[in-house]
């Protein structure tokens, strides 16, 4: 069995309950490939109306058509950096790849789109919830230019354009939704996109490299020297994915949470413990005695200070008992959280066990 739009083979084992089939045409269709129409009209090409064309699978890639330019060569802007060999067949106009067994086509000017590429109709205008004071417009070329929100060029083929004439701006589509206040646990102050910054060196503060003043990115809100490109800031293992804007900062830093309170000038009251702790100078510790830190697990020597606790045999170096409650690490995009002790759960996550 033949599918009537694609051409191609509906096999009895996987596709023959997946499949519609006119009884008085006696025609049959993938699932997905009725809704697929003889002609569309396409915002990328809107002059002429593009024509459905349906490869033999059993056709070699090789017979696929080329696109002659103005000159009779190949119009080289709709290739992609794939190999030689891609090179010398056509491509999509919309993803730049090499066309499908099914594609749409403009025969007046060799115009082609995979199917796949028109099954989701994108809006031919945006309204930028606050990225942009006017309304953008959907661009249908790719252009060798940078994206003024986020430096990078235009001629991604994995990204749409939008433009505001008026302005002579252009972004790519996902960079309209870029967030406006973000924090990140590589700064300690919150950063905001803004769209260029003043003259001076900014390496960025994710992969280190420079930072073009004359394009969007994120710098700090408290006028640190301090920069990040757009699409750094906002990758998934850096960004936490929220966006703070309108959203009033704590009051707490990382650091100001107290891993203790201050009973004496010698006695606290540890997070970690429930007794009291005595703090012990230098050469404290007798030539004798053996402790271990309860927190690192290393040995107090006799040159270093410690709290040991007045009821039991709980001990801390005087660094591990002034360790913060909470902190954040440039490795991981959220705040880490210190533990009195360690529970079978953050030692055994769900998704560890079998």
């Not at 990225?131 to 929100?149: G, N, Q, Y």
């Not at 009821?311 to 009195?340: D, M, N």
């Not at 360690?342 to 066990?353: G, H, K, V």
Request: aromatic fraction near 10%; glycine fraction near 4%.
């Amino acid at each position: 069995m033949i599918c009537h739009t694609c051409k191609g083979e509906i096999s009895q084992k996987v596709d023959y309950y997946s499949c519609y089939y006119c009884c008085i045409c006696d025609l049959k269709f993938h699932f997905g490939c009725e809704l697929l129409l003889p002609e569309i009209r396409h915002p990328f090409h809107p002059c002429h109306p593009l024509t459905l064309i349906s490869l033999d699978l059993e056709v070699h890639s090789s017979k696929l058509p080329h696109s002659p330019g103005t000159d009779g060569s190949s119009d080289s802007s709709i290739f992609n950096d794939d190999g030689d060999d891609d090179e010398k067949h056509e491509k999509c106009k919309c993803c730049r790849k090499r066309l499908e067994n099914v594609y749409y086509h403009c025969s007046v000017c060799k115009f082609s789109f995979n199917a796949s590429c028109t099954t989701y109709q994108l809006p031919l205008t945006i309204i930028p919830p606050k990225s942009h004071e006017h309304t953008l417009t959907l661009f249908p070329k790719r252009l060798r230019l940078p994206c003024d929100a986020c430096g990078l060029s235009l001629e991604d083929h994995t990204d749409h354009v939008f433009t505001c004439h008026p302005c002579n701006y252009m972004v790519h589509g996902t960079c309209i939704y870029l967030p406006s206040v973000i924090e990140i646990t590589r700064h300690p102050h919150r950063l905001s996109f803004t769209p260029s910054l003043s003259p001076g060196d900014y390496p960025c503060g994710v992969c280190r490299k420079s930072v073009d003043i004359n394009y969007g990115q994120y710098s700090c809100t408290k006028g640190c020297h301090y920069a990040i490109h757009s699409k750094c800031a906002t990758r998934e293992d850096v960004w936490d994915g929220k966006d703070l804007d309108g959203v009033p900062e704590e009051t707490i830093e990382d650091g100001d949470i107290e891993p203790f309170v201050k009973i004496d000038e010698n006695t606290i009251q540890h997070f970690s413990h429930d007794h009291y702790m005595r703090f012990h100078k230098k050469g404290s510790l007798g030539d004798q005695e053996s402790k271990f830190c309860d927190a690192c697990i290393l040995p107090v020597l006799p040159s270093d200070c410690f709290y040991s606790c007045m009821q039991c045999k709980f001990v801390l170096h005087e660094t591990c008992a002034y360790l913060p409650r909470k902190k954040s690490h440039p490795l991981h995009k959220h705040p880490l959280i210190l533990l009195p002790t360690p529970t079978e759960f953050y030692l055994f996550p769900p998704d560890f066990c079998v």
